[in-house]
């Protein structure tokens, strides 16, 4: 009977201990994350001064990271702990006492290290000091507060304390994870937001406006405008109440010229932005600015840090949200270790997007403050989930590829050549794509389809947050991108070169209210006739001049012009670019750096080169350009080269001096570097 009671002391000791370990564990996870999210915050607000953090998101943040740890650490720290008193029981604690140092110490620093030193800059550097330094203090507290719990047990007062701390635990970790519950970082690929009530208003005299930009999305891509693979689902029922203007063509071939002209109606020969010069002219009024002169509520919710006050490209905008740095505040080692690694995501909070489900979470949000008020709304965003990387949710992956595929795409983020973007935009196209295999590329080629998809799922969730809110039937819808993509197409990746159409052939859908029907508009036009065609659906009037030749696309469906002529400008790539270029010395990489001007009348496109390289293609029969019809069409040619000498001598050149650029915050600068836009740090 000794025996037995002994026995039985034994166990209810152990399974104190046991539990004693468990909330060790659980109080140690729970400090971790409110360590590493609030160094996050703290850091990235210094960082990025002027940016609003949303409350919600830095809380649910928390609880991403909190079940992170637990995910990871939990099972391991309990299978120790176990381990160690099993070692207890049998009398021989010595044995476990290294091991359980290794895991309370050393895995932590190991694993969190491993994954900060691939994190990106600032966050990098951060996260490595956080490593080195709290991890290990963390974990000899943890170590030696489980030797010092262990003699404590008995103690009726400690146990009182052991169990406060983890009721405060659980209440915080209980609410950041029913805070990520409730928001998009809980997984992309399921978020959706939450309904509303729907408003009545008595404002038909004044048009709401919502304006969506697919940053990076080919025309050519969309089932839309006919491609088989059916990645528009939404946007081609959306088409047949909508004006779609099927030879759309980008003023330039990247972020920053393609968005000014869209906001100020002007080309970049008149508004001047481009890489030598990254500030829009206070001078030159934009949409916003009009719309927010004549009493609009003016929000602009973008994942691209172009489109930010730090190149004036949200001037007008009463609310400017670069949502692309918000991720940032629920990183978690683990992230980095899965992309690093090629991990394919088994969690659905580490399968991210490029922050599509959370600008439509907060552009909900700011509707809710702004749909009931007297003014009229106009809500910009700017979606970048098709731009290199393609990240896209694993369930949009499915849709496209082979399950071999889908594990390779996420090889292919990281682990396999390095960080995907700067091996595409640099040496894909400067030192040519041998080293990039054709099976590769057909992966990368199916997830920028599945990145159109899910687009079109968040086009989706903003026309219906309008609809809820019984702002639709009043609302100018525009659609558009802002330039393509060379897909290994014409022997490149990215968005950096020329003017073939893979890069400024756009999509482009307009539904003003009342619009019922559908129409296909087949004369050329160009992203810049957007600002007065914004305007005066909203103003009935377009306050402030436009640039040469921008049209209201709504007249101009109605009158359906015979003719009609559409220029692109590409002034060359950053200096930097050239530079390694010409290390290379390839003729074709040589014609990629020379400034390049096009023009196009729908049918036939003409395309002249600053090194005196000529080219004309039959879009009609050769959407492709792979065939340059010259000599053989000299007159076409010639018609076209007299067109667009007459479009130089009346477009004005911009004033604007040129070669002064904004000094970059490092964190936008950092951004950059990871889309690609600045060059790698050695």
């Not at 196209?429 to 159109?452: C, H, K, M, T, W």
Request: some cysteine; hydrophobic content about 40%.
């Amino acid at each position: 009977m000794s025996a037995d009671k002994s026995t039985q002391t034994t166990n209810r000791s152990l399974s104190h201990c046991v539990g004693a370990a468990a909330r060790v564990a659980f109080i140690g996870s729970t400090c971790l994350a409110l360590i590493e999210c609030a160094g996050a915050v703290v850091v990235t607000s210094h960082r990025l001064p002027g940016h609003v953090w949303p409350r919600d998101l830095i809380v649910a943040g928390l609880g991403k990271i909190f079940l992170t740890h637990a995910v990871l650490w939990l099972p391991i720290l309990l299978a120790f702990s176990g381990a160690y008193w099993i070692c207890v029981r049998r009398r021989k604690p010595r044995r476990a006492e290294p091991a359980m140092a290794a895991a309370f110490i050393v895995g932590p620093l190991l694993v969190t290290s491993l994954g900060a030193l691939d994190a990106g800059g600032w966050l990098s550097r951060a996260t490595v000091v956080a490593a080195s330094v709290g991890l290990p203090l963390m974990g000899v507290a943890k170590y030696l507060g489980m030797r010092f719990i262990v003699r404590r047990l008995r103690d009726r007062h400690f146990r009182w304390l052991l169990n406060g701390v983890t009721a405060f635990a659980v209440v915080i970790a209980g609410v950041g994870t029913v805070a990520l519950v409730r928001s998009p970082l809980r997984g992309p690929a399921s978020y959706r937001v939450r309904g509303a009530s729907v408003v009545e208003r008595n404002d038909a005299s004044r048009p709401h406006v919502l304006w969506i930009v697919l940053d990076t999305v080919r025309a050519d891509r969309m089932s839309c405008y006919g491609w088989p693979g059916g990645t528009t689902p939404f946007l081609d029922a959306w088409a047949e109440q909508s004006l779609v203007f099927d030879r759309t063509v980008s003023n330039g071939i990247w972020t920053v010229p393609s968005h000014a002209s869209m906001f100020t109606g002007r080309s970049i020969r008149e508004h001047g932005m481009d890489h030598t010069h990254l500030w829009l002219d206070d001078a030159l009024p934009t949409v916003a600015d009009q719309l927010k002169a004549h009493g609009y509520a003016t929000a602009c919710f973008s994942n691209n840090p172009w489109i930010s006050r730090e190149f004036n490209l949200a001037t007008g905008f009463d609310t400017a949200q670069v949502t692309h740095y918000i991720p940032r505040l629920s990183r978690f080692s683990l992230e980095h270790i899965q992309n690093q690694w090629g991990i394919t995501p088994r969690l659905p909070w580490l399968d991210p997007d490029s922050a599509a489900a959370i600008t439509n979470h907060l552009a909900a949000q700011w509707l809710d403050a702004h749909a009931d008020g007297e003014a009229p709304v106009c809500l910009f965003v700017n979606f970048m989930d098709a731009h290199l990387p393609y990240l896209v949710p694993k369930r949009y992956r499915q849709m496209y590829m082979t399950a071999e595929q889908v594990d390779r795409s996420y090889d292919l983020t990281w682990s396999v050549y390095g960080y995907i973007t700067p091996q595409l935009s640099l040496r894909f196209n400067i030192e040519g794509p041998d080293f990039f295999p054709q099976s590769d590329r057909e992966v990368l080629q199916r997830q920028y389809e599945a990145s159109v998809r899910y687009l079109d799922d968040r086009v989706r969730e903003l026309v219906e947050m309008f609809e809820r809110r019984g702002l639709l039937e009043n609302t100018i819808v525009v659609i558009a991108s802002d330039h393509g993509e060379y897909l290994d197409t014409h022997g490149m990746w990215d968005h950096r070169y020329l003017t073939y159409d893979d890069v400024s052939h756009v999509a482009l859908l307009v539904r003003e209210p009342g619009r019922t029907e559908g129409v296909r508009v087949t004369t050329p036009v160009q992203l810049s006739d957007l600002y007065p065609t914004i305007l005066t659906a909203a103003l009935g009037r377009v306050p402030a001049p436009a640039g040469h030749g921008a049209h209201d696309l709504v007249a101009l469906a109605a009158e359906a012009p015979p003719s009609r002529v559409a220029v692109t400008e590409y002034n060359g790539p950053t200096p930097t670019r050239i530079s390694k270029e010409r290390q290379g010395a390839t003729p074709a990489g040589n014609h990629r750096d020379v400034p390049q001007i096009a023009i196009q009348d729908g049918q036939f496109k003409y395309i002249a080169s600053a090194d005196g390289r000529r080219e004309l293609y039959d879009l009609q029969s050769d959407p492709g350009e792979l065939n340059n019809l010259l000599p053989a069409q000299n007159s076409e040619a010639e018609r076209l080269a007299q067109a667009l000498q007459t479009w130089l001598d009346e477009v004005p050149t911009s004033e604007t001096a040129r070669g002064q650029t904004p000094t970059m915050n490092p964190a936008v600068l950092e951004a950059l570097r990871h889309l690609g836009y600045v060059e790698p740090e050695k």
